[in-house]
């Protein structure tokens, strides 16, 4: 009996040794604590989002709330306007005629908070402007101050895309939680009781591609031991590795490199590693910002708008570049300057970290990059389910918007619309409608060859991810030349 004793007390003590040395390490300490603390002690207010806080409102310890379709919690705060203090970022928003009606209405100190129940993302020049308007008139849809924040992928992060980072509380007061919450339904159901359906949306275009400061700031609280677990977590977010039972079928194995980490991924015979490209501005890693996202908002409606790559560059070009000296001719000097730099990249790399390398894309007098659907739209579907991920191609759209807009509000499971409702969505007028192509001319139809060329294996690899031929657009190329399409 008494060596009995002697042994527990032994091991007893061995615990304690062992628990003091877990929490005296620094590197396990400084691994985000996810779990659930009370509300009412982790306000917005009084404790600003950290970017080491991988799981971000799991850090903060809020649960939605059950009867609310649109992700939301109710915060106690001191505050009275939700709208935030960072006039660096809401400088962007004083021209709305109407910012006042997204303040907060009731004068209390228990104010609704919600995030965006969709992201349409997609790219530049792909109509994504035009669709997020007709979205908005549905009326179970709260428009937000403005189409795209850009918050996940650029502004909380701070300079070079805004002044100084912009907080989780002051992305929240983009979204008018206070019409979310003033209209509800009736279930009568006492298990249920009032029942919100209103959504809002996020449509920034650049959360579909732009990940490099995402992984330039994993790759910082990533260094020495922090890599594994953090590695192992956001994998373990991941739909594939929780949705599938069987290990075997699905698994995500880590291994040691000289110079980082490899991530072997067997479901697609692909193998990521995260290194420098040049400077840390260029690092890639196997996580973009579709992770972060995920692991917070993980039933998140993903709409993806897509369109024929050629096209697509070309009114990229004509919108965004800055030069006055704008012509056919520059445009095709710059797209073959940017092959050769892309050809260059890929000769050392995989055409993943090409794409997503901040340091190429910026050395490049066309965005070539932005039309490599297939390389985002992979990781997109690697972490959210495939029936949350919507793909739409820009020429469905404008030969039918009806259909489409049909197809959009079913994703996201709101209710049909009356003829009349419909009849307000369709007739909508068209809006950021590229208007400098007509005075510029059309691309240069041995241009227009070249790119048909570059973009055809991606076009291809796009349909075969999706198991759709659409997507290699080979319709509109039977047609002739892109350049003649639609903006």
Same mark, same amino acid.
């Given at each position: 009996m008494r060596r009995a004793l002697q042994y527990l007390a032994t091991s007893a003590a061995v615990l304690c040794c062992i628990i003091i040395i877990l929490y005296g390490d620094r590197n396990f300490a400084k691994f985000p604590d996810f779990r659930p603390a009370a509300v009412s002690k982790l306000t917005l207010e009084t404790r600003e989002l950290k970017f080491q806080d991988i799981g971000l409102l799991k850090g903060l310890g809020v649960e939605f709330l059950p009867n609310f379709k649109n992700p939301c919690w109710y915060e106690v705060t001191e505050a009275h306007n939700d709208l935030g203090k960072n006039k660096s970022f809401y400088a962007s928003l004083s021209?709305?005629?109407?910012?006042?009606?997204?303040?907060?209405?009731?004068e209390t100190k228990k104010i609704l908070r919600c995030l965006p129940y969709f992201f349409l993302t997609g790219q530049p020049k792909c109509a994504t402007t035009d669709i997020f308007q007709r979205i908005n008139i549905h009326p179970d849809v709260v428009e937000p101050i403005i189409k795209g924040?850009?918050?996940?992928?650029?502004r909380r992060f701070?300079?070079?895309?805004?002044?100084?980072?912009?907080?989780?509380?002051?992305?929240?007061?983009?979204?008018?939680?206070?019409?979310?919450?003033?209209?509800?339904?009736?279930?009568?159901?006492? /298990?249920?009781?009032? =029942?919100? %359906?209103?959504?809002?949306g996020d449509g920034s275009t650049s959360t579909l591609w732009d990940s490099s400061l995402t992984m330039s700031y994993l790759h910082k609280i990533m260094a020495g031991s922090m890599h594994k677990p953090i590695t192992k977590y956001l994998l373990s977010r991941r739909h594939g590795s929780n949705s599938l039972?069987?290990?075997?079928?699905?698994?995500?194995k880590i291994k040691e490199a000289e110079d980082g980490v490899y991530v072997n991924d067997e479901e697609n015979l692909q193998e990521f590693k995260y290194h420098q490209y040049h400077n840390e501005d260029g690092i890639v890693l196997p996580f973009t910002v579709a992770d972060v996202i995920h692991s917070v908002l993980p039933k998140s409606r993903i709409i993806a708008v897509i369109r024929e790559p050629l096209s697509r560059l070309y009114s990229s070009y004509l919108f965004f570049t800055k030069k006055t000296s704008l /012509?056919?001719?520059? =445009?095709? %000097?710059?797209?073959k300057t940017s092959i050769q730099k892309?050809?260059?990249?890929?000769?050392?790399?995989?055409?993943?970290?090409?794409?997503?390398?901040?340091?190429?894309?910026?050395s490049m007098g066309v965005r070539l990059y932005n039309g490599l659907y297939s390389?985002?739209?992979?990781?997109?579907?690697?972490?959210?389910?495939?029936?949350?991920?919507?793909?739409l191609r820009m020429e469905d759209y404008h030969q039918n918007i009806t259909e489409t807009m049909d197809t959009i509000f079913s994703h996201l499971d709101l209710r049909k619309l009356t003829q009349e409702e419909g009849r307000?969505?369709?007739?909508?007028?068209?809006?950021?409608?590229?208007?400098?192509?007509p005075e510029i001319g059309k691309m240069p139809e041995s241009t227009a060859d070249i790119l048909q060329a570059f973009y055809k294996p991606y076009n291809r690899d796009l349909a075969n991810l999706l198991q759709d031929s659409r997507f290699t657009w080979e319709d509109i190329y039977s047609k002739g030349h892109p350049e003649q399409l639609h903006d």
């Open positions: 021209k709305s005629p109407s910012l006042s009606k997204y303040r907060y209405k009731r924040p850009h918050w996940w992928t650029r701070g300079p070079p895309y805004a002044p100084q980072p912009v907080t989780l509380s002051e992305y929240l007061g983009v979204f008018n939680a206070s019409r979310i919450e003033e209209e509800r339904t009736d279930l009568r159901d006492a /298990s249920q009781g009032w =029942f919100h %359906e209103k959504i809002t039972s069987n290990t075997q079928t699905y698994s995500l /012509s056919p001719e520059d =445009f095709d %000097e710059n797209v892309w050809k260059n990249c890929i000769r050392e790399y995989s055409d993943r970290t090409c794409a997503y390398n901040k340091t190429l894309q910026n390389i985002f739209i992979r990781d997109w579907l690697k972490v959210f389910q495939r029936k949350h991920v919507l793909i307000k969505v369709n007739m909508a007028p068209v809006r950021n409608k590229n208007r400098k192509k």
